[in-house]
Each structure stands twice: as structure tokens, then as C-alpha cells.
């Protein structure tokens, strides 16, 4: 961590020196990465329930992961088992989550229906597009304005459309 200081010999003959210091001088420290926790500031006076909105959506995981971990260290040594560890925390977590949110036959079937994508991917040799088009209040699959196979998932639909 580098610290850069900073100071001035001016403050003898500075008029506001007994507002600003009750030193010979002012000496000011500041962090090389200052800058970044300046602007990261500025973002949350700008909009000061980002917060609330991070507490809700991203606290929430890492705080059930690590109880499923049982608040304790990872298991594995070394970057790339540690990483690879908490993308198994991650995965069962979301597995967890889709299974709460489409049940069980719901998860399945949004899994055949993304085996079916990437094979028509595949075989195309394209990129294919996934559009999520659903009805807020209904929840029912509305035509979508691309042309393709359509899929109904439980209230979502998902379209393929090969680019070339």
C-alpha cells in the first residue's frame, strides 16, 4: 500500500492557517488509490439507497454461503481450488434459487429448453439470441417479435434466432 504525503512550507504566512491547522503546517496523507474511494463517494451521495439495493440482492448470497460453509475458511489451498470452490458454493446456490423459483419440472425443462439453444447453435455455426419476453402481471408467454422457435417456460419464453 503506497501513502503519499504531502505538505506545504507556505502555512507560516497563510491566513487561513488557524482554520485549517493548529500545526506549523498541514500535512496531508492520501492513499495512491485515493481517486477510486472518491468517486465510489460521489455514487452513493448520488443515489443513496444503492446501498439498500446491495444489502438486498447481493448480501444476501454471500451471507447463506458462508453459513452453508459453516462460517468457517475454504477447504481447498492455493487461487485456483479456492476459486474453483466457490464456484461450486455459487452454482448450488443458484441451482437452489431456480429450483425455488420454476420448482423441480420447471428447472428441467428451462434446462432442455437451453440444451436445445445451444444445439441450434451448434449446428448453425451462429450465435444464437435468447430473448426473455414475459408477461409482468399474467406471466404468460406473448409472441415475440423475432422469428424462431419459441419455448413457453413456466410464464417465460425463450426465443432462438440463429445470427449469421
Known sequence: MTLNRYWSSNCKTCPLKDRCT????????RWEHQDVLDDMQERLERSP?????????VEHP????????????????????VKTEMS???LAYN????????GVAGMMEAIRAYVLLLTLQHVFGASTLLIRS???KTRHC??????????????????AKACF
Open 134 to 136: 414475459v408477461s409482468p
Open 22 to 29: 493548529p500545526s506549523q503546517e498541514r500535512r496531508v496523507t
Open 62 to 81: 454471500f451471507g447463506t454461503i458462508k453459513s452453508w460453509m459453516g462460517d468457517t475458511h475454504f477447504l481447498t489451498k492455493g487461487l485456483e481450488r
Open 142 to 159: 406473448f409472441p415475440s417479435t423475432f422469428e424462431g422457435r419459441t419455448t413457453c417456460i413456466g410464464g417465460y419464453s425463450y426465443t
Open 95 to 102: 441451482v437452489k434459487w431456480l429450483m425455488s423459483l420454476l
Open 49 to 57: 439507497d444503492a446501498m439498500r439495493v446491495r444489502r438486498c440482492s
Open 88 to 90: 461450486l458454493h455459487v
